[in-house]
């Protein structure tokens, strides 16, 4: 039987660690929460500047919109779906961009 060294196994996974953040450089630390609070943002957002409930299914609001802005709600769709993803870092603050617009756009 092999025996391991509390020691050795917090040096390997500290090495494994460090080695995989160096290969995801490109990619900016996203939970799942804070992608959520983002696409919320999105929704809540998009539903309260056209002045339906925030708590209207989001495919409504999109439809809303579209009847409108057909590009404005492409584009909202697009950066919904964006935000079921990771994304590098350039891509998020693009993103959060996106949103600001689109939720300040009349």
């Known amino acids: 039987m092999v025996s391991f060294d509390d020691r050795a196994i917090d ?3 500290s090495a ?10 490109e990619l900016t630390y996203q939970d799942e929460p804070f992608l959520f609070w983002l ?3 999105l929704r809540s957002g998009l539903a309260r500047a056209l002045g339906l409930d925030p708590a209207m299914p989001f495919d409504r609001v999109l439809a809303t919109l579209a009847a409108a802005d057909r590009e404005r709600a492409a584009e909202a769709r697009a950066v919904d779906d964006a935000l ?3 994304l590098r870092e350039d891509q998020l ?3 959060v961009g996106q949103i600001e617009r689109l939720v300040k756009a009349r």
């Open 84 to 86: 079921g993803r990771r």
């Open 39 to 41: 696409a919320n943002d």
């Open 16 to 25: 494994v660690g460090r080695e995989t953040e160096l290969s995801d450089n």
């Open 93 to 95: 603050l693009r993103t």
């Open 11 to 13: 040096d390997l996974m």
